[in-house]
């Protein structure tokens, strides 16, 4: 019997079709690093996916994406203003400072999100030699909490940005599932929206200059894209890459994978899947006495207060995170792969265990 487990969609395996293109792939030997057709084509189909010039590039993990993305809007001088909680922040071991040098500045929100409000108050400081210069703005989209940035949020957030001269970088680890969400609400809205559309609605159509393409949460067995929407910043970004240790030799079996992920919208398909999944998980446990659902789940995550007495046995059966042990909430994961058996037996025990 499969085992899955909601404590995070990185656990999750490969989708079948991301191996079948691997072992798809010619057995001739191509040039390395990227100077392939295979790695030309994926550029291609990412800017195609965009529709606007952008410059691409491939890293091999998430870390390695928003570090050397980073380490171009921002020198050692700087600092990126981000939530307390964002994965550069909280989950990265201290690589974007220790390897871009630059500062991060965080701000608490408990919805995960950045707004102009709370970006201002870094920017009085600047021009004091003293303390690092905001630089840029870095929001996940979706958030740590699973809350999703709205194309109007992130244009507002975007726009004051801009003004005041920083740049704004998106870490897009679950980018797919954003996307998914916003094209379903605007579907149950009445509204024409295609998946390209609504790709672009929640990343570069608000007004985004850097963008780390997540994928491997979402299928892939390993490799995140970084695209640049402004191409005049990608100008550092290969050396930036290379120092960072994240230039992947044999390209084209990364690339390989980003080009199988956005035919026939296998991108869409499994984000809905994980997003669909998590709905109906967070619908059943709201209605289970003595059990919260904390935040909106409005992609593939489910942030739940559990009573403490409970949680233990559920973590043995399923292993999940607690997000606050202090609120005895723990965060569900629900990934691209999950069933709807394994949805309906947490649902039992907790039931159980609860009542």
């Known amino acids: ?71 171009c809007v921002a020198r050692p001088w700087d600092a990126v203003i981000c939530n307390e909680m964002a994965h550069i922040n909280e989950d990265e071991g201290g690589a974007p400072e220790a390897i871009g040098g630059f500062k991060l500045l ?12 709370d970006v201002e108050p870094f920017l009085a400081r600047r021009g004091f030699e003293h303390t690092n210069q905001p630089a840029a703005v870095s929001v996940t989209q979706v ?27 998106v870490d897009g680890a679950r980018v797919a599932n954003a996307a998914a969400a916003w094209y379903e609400r605007r579907r149950a809205a009445g509204e024409p929206m295609t998946p390209e559309a609504a790709m672009r609605a929640v990343t570069s159509d608000a007004g985004i200059d850097v963008l780390s393409f997540g994928a491997t949460k979402n299928g892939l067995l390993f490799g995140e894209a970084v695209v640049f929407f402004q191409p005049e910043l990608a100008a550092p970004y290969r050396y930036a890459r290379k120092q960072t240790t994240k230039l992947h030799s044999k390209m084209r079996y990364l690339s390989a994978q980003f080009l199988r992920y956005l035919s026939d919208d296998l991108w869409l398909d499994n984000a809905r899947a994980a997003n669909s ?9 709201e209605a289970i006495p003595g ?16 009573p ?45 265990l609860c009542s």
């Open 106 to 117: 965080g701000t608490h929100r408990k919805d995960g999100k950045l707004s102009p409000a």
């Open 143 to 169: 958030t740590e909490v699973g809350t999703l940035y709205t194309p109007a949020e992130l244009r507002e957030l975007t726009d004051f940005a801009h003004s005041e001269g920083l740049r704004v970088h």
């Open 291 to 306: 059990v919260t659902v904390a935040l909106p789940t409005e992609a593939n995550g489910v942030f739940v207060e559990i």
């Open 1 to 71: 019997m499969i085992r899955q487990r909601f404590a995070s969609d990185n656990a999750s395996p490969a989708h079948p079709a991301i191996l079948q293109a691997l072992q798809e792939l010619p057995a001739d030997h191509e040039l390395s690093y990227g100077d392939d057709p295979v790695t030309r084509a994926a550029e291609e189909a990412i800017t195609a996916l965009f529709d606007r010039p952008c410059e691409v590039y491939f890293a091999y993990n998430g870390t390695g994406a928003n570090v050397s993305a980073l380490r």
């Open 308 to 352: 403490p007495e409970a949680v233990d046995a559920l973590q043995r059966e399923f292993d999940f995170y607690l997000w606050d042990r202090t609120r005895s909430m723990a965060r569900l994961m629900v990934s691209w792969d999950t069933t709807a058996l394994t949805i309906d037996a947490f649902i039992r025990r907790c039931t159980e």
């Open 277 to 285: 999944g998590a709905a109906r998980l967070s619908a059943a446990l």
